[in-house]
């Protein structure tokens, strides 16, 4: 069988293809709700053509699913998301996030909802797919340690914890969105989650604030 870094344009272009169609089912139904053989109908498929991309089968799949949703997520955060090391950064991606999660057709936070179901039945791969929940946090705490660095948040600041309360936030956010079918809920969650980060500022009572 071909790894993925080894497939032909064409067969690259299929498998992109597949991990597409069926992340949108998945979304959907969930894992446990979508078999194998809904994933070939879904993506117009054989089943020789399935195990070709993904010998390791439906789990191989959803860790490629989950590299798929990760990648879309954070690409929809960007320009932002690669700098937060300002207020208006910060505020720029709160509109981008609300933007993305507001123009897909199914609620909640794809990456979060595959590590949630997948920690019961396939351990393994649950820690592969938060590893992305993880790289993305990981953004929001780069961002904090150069606003420190820079002077804009006090030194006592602790990127790494205010990181942490900001993605819970936002993916609690996400869990409440999903229940309520409403943006209402991330909104308030970013806006309060900024809000807590600007009490950190250097000069809280500036303009910055």
Request: hydrophobic residues 40%.
């Amino acid at each position: 069988m071909q790894s993925a870094s080894k497939l032909t344009p064409k067969g690259t272009a299929t498998r992109e293809r597949i991990v597409e169609a069926a992340a949108d089912l998945i979304l959907a139904r969930g894992v446990g709700g979508t078999s194998l053989d809904d994933i070939r109908a879904g993506t117009a498929t054989s089943k020789s053509q399935l195990f070709h991309y993904f010998p390791g089968g439906k789990s191989e799949l959803i860790g490629a699913i989950a590299a798929f949703q990760a990648g879309r997520v954070l690409e929809a955060q960007r320009p932002y998301l690669d700098t937060l090391d300002t207020w208006e950064a910060w505020q720029g991606w709160r509109d981008a996030v609300v933007a993305h999660y507001g123009s897909q057709p199914h609620w909640g936070c794809p990456i979060g909802t595959l590590a949630s179901e997948l920690t019961g039945n396939d351990p393994t791969r649950a820690l592969e797919v938060a590893a992305h929940l993880d790289h993305w946090r990981g953004h929001l705490r780069a961002g904090l340690a150069r606003m420190r660095d820079a002077g804009l948040l006090r030194p006592e600041a602790d990127p790494e914890r205010l990181a942490l309360s900001t993605f819970a936030s936002l993916q609690g956010g996400l869990l409440l969105t999903q229940t309520m079918c409403s943006l209402e809920p991330l909104t308030a969650a970013l806006d309060g989650a900024l809000a807590a980060l600007r009490s950190w500022a250097a000069d809280p009572s500036g303009p910055a604030a």
